[in-house]
């Protein structure tokens, strides 16, 4: 069964910090989003067409959970950046996690997450979600930002095996071998733009 990508995650340690930066880089304001309970994460949203770009972080006023936030969240530092992707299936695969089941308000998905939180790959290798049928999808319930994805460049070392272990027919997602990275540039009202 073929993927289909449905989201972007730019990862930071504060949400503020991380949107303010996603407005900057792209020219755009983005919209509030929502807590994850299970996880202990916040976030704030961009609607982008077809898909949605979401900035997510720990949220500091979350009550106590068990386990490790997902993302890699727990472990990440430094400025905000493009940190994973998320991709539609029908099927999961053990590379990418155990699916867990989630709920926010009428919307309930399941999606992958290991078991330490962590990111298959370095988040090269994209995280599964499968929404449940009866729901508006995120990106249909969001104002069009004007931004479009143009292409994201995901660089790994092992990036020719990451690719031959998906099946994404998507001309957006292109894979090069070197140091783990996202580059992603987007047609947005003001012009091409870009997060990494």
């Known amino acids: 069964m073929a993927l289909i990508l449905d989201h972007l995650a730019v990862a930071c340690t504060d949400l503020a910090e991380g949107t303010a930066w996603v407005e ?63 991709c539609q299936t029908d099927h999961f695969d053990p590379v990418a996690g155990p699916p867990m089941a989630l709920t926010r308000g009428d919307l309930r998905w399941q999606l992958t997450v290991p078991p330490d939180g962590s990111l298959p790959y370095d988040g090269a290798y994209p995280t599964l979600i499968k929404w449940d049928e009866g729901a508006m999808h995120p990106a249909g319930r969001l104002d069009d930002s004007g931004c479009r994805l143009r292409h994201m460049t995901i660089s790994h070392p092992e990036a020719d095996q990451i690719k031959s272990m998906i099946d994404l027919p998507d001309p957006r997602v292109r894979f090069t071998t070197g140091m783990p990275s996202f580059v992603a540039k987007f047609d947005a009202p003001n012009g091409l733009r870009k997060l990494t």
Do not use: C
Request: net charge negative.
């Open 24 to 86: 900057a880089q792209l020219g755009v304001k983005m919209q509030p989003g929502g807590r994850h309970v299970r996880y202990g994460t916040h976030n704030t949203l961009l609607g982008l067409g077809d898909i949605y770009l979401e900035v997510i972080a720990p949220d500091p006023d979350a009550a106590a959970f068990e386990g490790p936030r997902w993302f890699g969240l727990d472990h990440f530092s430094g400025p905000p950046r493009l940190a994973n992707w998320i």
